[in-house]
């Protein structure tokens, strides 16, 4: 689905776009988003891709809209955190910076901490509604990309600007129901910057297994340690390992930078 709004040049600058189901989950402090996608550019077709993106997956997932089953939002960051400017109606997103401001800006309130005061928001969602890994939308369009293109067709597509043929595939995901649980005992237990580089986002750090859930590593924060998903990434591929006591570059991998922080 291609969103129905035009592009708003406010959203210049944008890192990433994400969803919540409802205002409710959007206001909770510290909740993330069912899923994301990153800005590659500062083009508006590079916005307006990743925001599209982000929209489809709203709306695939999400059926019921507004009354009892509340609002779907879209928020953006800026490299500063979520800020809420796009309610999903049914076939449209609005941007609430034109429709309503200080709605908006009560519920980033909450969300932030300045205020209490939770104007027309419903009771908050239980946590582990709220403490979730957002899905990597990204990740999942490379992995069902066609990798056969060859170079002069590529440049040629560039040159032109021609679309690429848009397909869809419906897959089954397994996913670890105690993931997000998890993911809060291992950076309660660990604090919340990455066990390599040092990186303090709490928003965005991920809970790391030292002995993977293939090879019967247990659930629990003594096996875990809070990453940044570059290192977790870079730790499932082989590149770092755990000596005991820290992550360490393996010896001939490719350096994943940047150093480590202190012992």
């Given at each position: 689905?291609?969103?129905?709004?035009?592009?708003?040049?406010?959203?210049?600058?944008?890192?990433?776009?994400?969803?919540?189901?409802?205002?409710?989950?959007?206001?909770?402090?510290?909740?993330?988003?069912?899923?994301?996608?990153?800005?590659?550019?500062?083009?508006?077709?590079?916005?307006?891709?990743s925001r599209d993106l982000v929209e489809d997956d709203l709306r695939e997932h999400t059926?019921?809209?507004?009354?009892?089953?509340?609002?779907?939002?879209?928020?953006?960051?800026?490299?500063?955190?979520?800020?809420?400017?796009?309610?999903?109606?049914?076939?449209?997103?609005?941007?609430?910076?034109?429709?309503?401001?200080?709605?908006?800006?009560?519920?980033?309130?909450?969300?932030?901490?300045?205020?209490?005061?939770?104007?027309?928001?419903?009771?908050?969602?239980?946590?582990?509604?709220?403490?979730?890994?957002?899905?990597?939308?990204?990740?999942?369009?490379?992995?069902?990309?066609?990798?056969?293109?060859?170079?002069?067709?590529?440049?040629?597509?560039?040159?032109?600007?021609?679309?690429?043929?848009?397909?869809?595939?419906?897959?089954?995901?397994?996913?670890?129901?105690?993931?997000?649980?998890?993911?809060?005992?291992?950076?309660?237990?660990?604090?919340?910057?990455?066990?390599?580089?040092?990186?303090?986002?709490?928003?965005?750090?991920?809970?790391?297994?030292?002995?993977?859930?293939?090879?019967?590593?247990?659930?629990?924060?003594?096996?875990?340690?809070?990453?940044?998903?570059?290192?977790?990434?870079?730790?499932?591929?082989?590149?770092?390992?755990?000596?005991?006591?820290?992550?360490?570059?393996?010896?001939?991998?490719?350096?994943?930078?940047?150093?480590?922080?202190?012992?």
């Open positions: 689905m291609t969103d129905k709004d035009d592009f708003d040049r406010r959203d210049t600058g944008v890192i990433r776009y994400g969803w919540w189901k409802t205002n409710e989950h959007f206001s909770a402090p510290k909740s993330e988003p069912e899923a994301i996608s990153r800005v590659s550019g500062s083009e508006p077709g590079t916005l307006r891709r059926e019921k809209y507004g009354g009892d089953f509340g609002w779907p939002v879209i928020a953006v960051d800026f490299g500063d955190g979520w800020q809420y400017v796009y309610r999903a109606l049914k076939g449209k997103l609005v941007d609430v910076r034109n429709m309503s401001p200080d709605q908006a800006a009560k519920y980033q309130g909450v969300r932030d901490g300045k205020t209490t005061n939770r104007g027309g928001l419903r009771e908050e969602p239980p946590r582990d509604e709220l403490d979730i890994l957002p899905r990597d939308l990204d990740e999942s369009e490379a992995a069902l990309s066609d990798h056969g293109t060859s170079e002069p067709e590529l440049q040629t597509a560039i040159a032109l600007g021609g679309e690429t043929e848009r397909r869809y595939a419906e897959r089954v995901v397994w996913q670890r129901l105690h993931q997000p649980e998890l993911r809060r005992l291992t950076l309660l237990h660990h604090g919340t910057a990455c066990a390599y580089c040092g990186m303090d986002v709490p928003q965005i750090i991920e809970a790391a297994h030292l002995v993977p859930d293939s090879e019967g590593g247990e659930a629990s924060a003594k096996n875990t340690r809070p990453m940044c998903p570059n290192h977790h990434r870079a730790f499932d591929a082989g590149l770092l390992a755990w000596n005991g006591i820290r992550f360490e570059p393996v010896d001939g991998a490719v350096p994943v930078g940047p150093d480590p922080g202190p012992a």
